[in-house]
Structure formats: structure tokens, C-alpha cells
């Protein structure tokens, strides 16, 4: 848990009833707020989830939320160098061949796009940061995503 000091500062005016003088009183407090660590999370976007139902493998499901958890802020973005990779592995319980068939199912699925360990997870679905930012992310030519569905 965090502590914050925070220094409040109040200037009053009252009028002295002797002499008739306007005089200025400061006065101030300490505040010690005892915060808790920023919360982890990720924003998912119902309304474009279609491609996710459509996965067919737990594994492809797991990853892209650990993918999710990983993701910068504000980007998206998720570096998979080996150590990651292996980290990722072992709290999945996956083997690594599967890792690399799930983020090729992910792609094939537009979920996620990008090559050899460093990947974009698709905005318009799932997105870690602040909204406008998101909003300027779908715009540009770069992470502007198309999903298809059809319904049977």
C-alpha cells in the first residue's frame, strides 16, 4: 500500500471588531492517504467479440488474455522475446510448439497481428489505457481491424 502526504492550505479573511482591519489567516493540515497499488486490468469490447467465440481452443483463449495482461499501455503492444515465452508457457501450462499455434490461430482470427515476437493485440476488442487513445489507435491505416463473421 501506498502512502500520500497531501498539504491543505486555507486563507480566511475576517475583519478585526478593534480596529477594523481586514486580516488574513492561513491555516493548514497534513493528510496522510494510505492508497492502494494501481489496479491491473484491460477493457474488453463486447460488441466486437464475435472472433472470440469463435475459438476453438482453450489454449488460443488463454493466451490472448495473458497477451491482454501483458499488453502496454496505451499501445497494445506485447514483446514475446524467449524468456517471455517460457514465462508465458509455464503459467498457461502449455508446451511451446501449442504457444506458437495459438498466436498463428490468433492471427489467422485478425485477434492479434505482428511478427516474430512482437505483436499488437486488436484495439477494437481488447485495449489497455485511456479511451481517446484507443480511439486515435483505430483510426490509423496500422491497427484499423476487420472482423468477419458470418452467422449459419
Known amino acids: 500500500m501506498a502512502k500520500k502526504v497531501f498539504l491543505e492550505s486555507k486563507t480566511t479573511q475576517h475583519v478585526d471588531p478593534a480596529t477594523g482591519e481586514i486580516m488574513m489567516t492561513e491555516t493548514k493540515k497534513l493528510h496522510k492517504v ?4 494501481e ?10 467479440l464475435a472472433s472470440v467465440y469463435q475459438l ?6 488463454k493466451l490472448l ?9 496505451n499501445t497494445g503492444r506485447v514483446l514475446l522475446p524467449a524468456t517471455v515465452r517460457e514465462d508465458v508457457c509455464t503459467s498457461l501450462q502449455i508446451h511451446t510448439t501449442n504457444l506458437s499455434k495459438s498466436i498463428k490461430r490468433l492471427k489467422e482470427k485478425d485477434l492479434i497481428q505482428g511478427e516474430r515476437g512482437d505483436f499488437i493485440i486488436n484495439p ?13 489507435a483505430l483510426k490509423q491505416d496500422g491497427l484499423y481491424f476487420t472482423i468477419k463473421f458470418s452467422i449459419k
Open 34 to 37: 494510505v492508497t492502494k497499488s
Open 39 to 48: 489496479d491491473r486490468f484491460f477493457q474488453v469490447y463486447y460488441e466486437t
Open 56 to 61: 476453438k481452443y482453450a489454449d488460443d483463449l
Open 65 to 73: 488474455i495473458k497477451l491482454a495482461e501483458l499488453a502496454e499501455w
Open 124 to 136: 477494437s476488442i481488447f485495449w489497455k489505457g485511456e479511451k481517446s487513445v484507443r480511439e486515435q
